[in-house]
């Protein structure tokens, strides 16, 4: 292990040392009411009953929810320090419109403050100071790394397809610098140090903060993360770890896996419709158990929570005398589903619909109602 080395290159794990890490800088925040998410402005007596009916379907969320929201705060103080965080890898997983970090939690959703326009705000953990960093109707992706709220925009203005990669400091003090402009979708993106990574058409690139001495890493990249001194990454049939120093690779799974992320020194991820576990100390790989048409995967506290897929006419019967839209809406959501890290056992929630994506902070949980709106349900406004 290197001397500078901040992160076991094994298992990921921070290494406790005096004066490494950068202080965070000081959180802005702004007096605000709490942001109720909504799902529509006053409605007529039609969009009445559509209201009520999306607050019944809220409120079969909660009974599935409330476990593991509780699971989810046990044992915890407070924010990891640890970074990348099995929560924050599992959020951009799952959508990438949610993020947060020790002070503050993020959103790229709909802001009842702004007229319940898709913006990017903030919100401390009692959820009572909201700060808007951006009116940008574009962005896609949002995460925090290395101590900064990094996005990627997406504009089809005019049939000319243009995409960026864009950074700012988290408290909103400087307007965000944009890294990169680029003709193809940015996929995944991280930063390490002072490297910015990206995905871009299956190609790793590299480069500084100012976007400049870009260079492709690596080819046929289908997802990656960074963590530490080491780069985990996958492709379509394999995968690897990636020393950023050395710049070798070394293969370490055989198989197409989702939702690769690293918790307490090993690897989780969706393989042949079931949840393995691979040991990055012994190189062991493990099957935990069979989950077909799972999804939206959290960790914490040794469960994984997943959302199973739920067939049309388990919908349709879920869903008996819904109006057609908010049943369209919901196409893709599912049952909440609980796996045991230790031993595998699963067990599912089948009385109870959990939307179509989790969202976790160490404080609490969120569910997203529909991939067709970027709307998010707080637990703790529903209680």
């Known amino acids: ?125 009692e959820q009572k100071d909201e700060k808007i960093l951006s009116e940008n109707d574009k962005i896609s992706k949002i995460r925090i790394a290395d101590g900064k709220l990094m996005y990627s925009t997406a504009d089809y203005d005019e049939n000319e397809k243009k995409y960026t990669l864009e950074m700012m400091n988290p408290d909103g003090t ?45 080819s046929d990249v289908t997802d990656f993360f960074c963590a530490g001194r080491a780069i985990y990454y996958t492709t379509e049939n394999e995968v690897f770890s990636f020393d950023r120093k050395k710049e070798e690779s070394t293969k370490l799974v055989d198989g197409t896996v989702s939702e690769l992320c690293l918790d307490e020194g090993k690897l989780y991820y969706l393989k042949d419709s079931a949840l393995y576990t691979y040991d990055l100390t012994d190189g062991n790989e493990k099957k935990l158990a069979d989950l077909a048409d799972s999804h939206s995967m959290l960790i914490s506290g040794g469960v994984i929570y997943l959302i199973r897929h739920l067939e049309t006419d388990e919908l349709e019967s879920l869903l008996r005398g819904v109006e057609k839209e908010v049943f369209l809406s919901l196409i893709g959501g599912g049952y909440l589903r609980e796996v045991s890290a230790e031993d595998g056992h699963v067990e599912d929630h089948k009385n109870a619909y959990c939307g179509v994506a989790l969202f976790a902070y160490p404080q609490g949980v969120y569910f997203r109602y529909s991939y067709f709106l970027n709307i998010l349900a707080d637990l703790k406004d529903f209680q």
Do not use: W
């Open 1 to 125: 292990m290197d001397d500078d080395a901040v992160f076991c290159e094994k298992c990921g794990k921070m290494i406790a040392r005096k004066a490494v890490s950068e202080a965070e800088p000081d959180q802005g925040t702004v007096s605000a009411e709490p942001v109720q998410p909504s799902v529509s402005e006053e409605p007529d007596s039609a969009e009445k009953k559509k209201k009520s009916s999306m607050s019944l379907i809220a409120g079969i969320c909660i009974a599935a929810v409330a476990a593991a929201a509780v699971l989810f705060v046990r044992g915890r103080s407070g924010p990891q320090e640890q970074l990348p965080s099995v929560l924050s890898q599992n959020n951009f997983h799952n959508g990438a419109i949610f993020a947060f970090d020790d002070n503050r939690i993020y959103f790229y959703a709909s802001n009842e403050g702004q007229d319940h326009k898709t913006v990017l705000y903030s919100q401390d953990y």
């Open 174 to 218: 400087e307007e965000a610098v944009r890294i990169i402009e680029s003709s193809t979708f940015i996929d995944v993106f991280d930063k390490a140090g002072q490297d910015i990574y990206y995905l871009t058409e299956n190609k790793l690139h590299r480069c500084n903060p100012e976007g400049k001495e870009d260079s492709v890493l690596l």
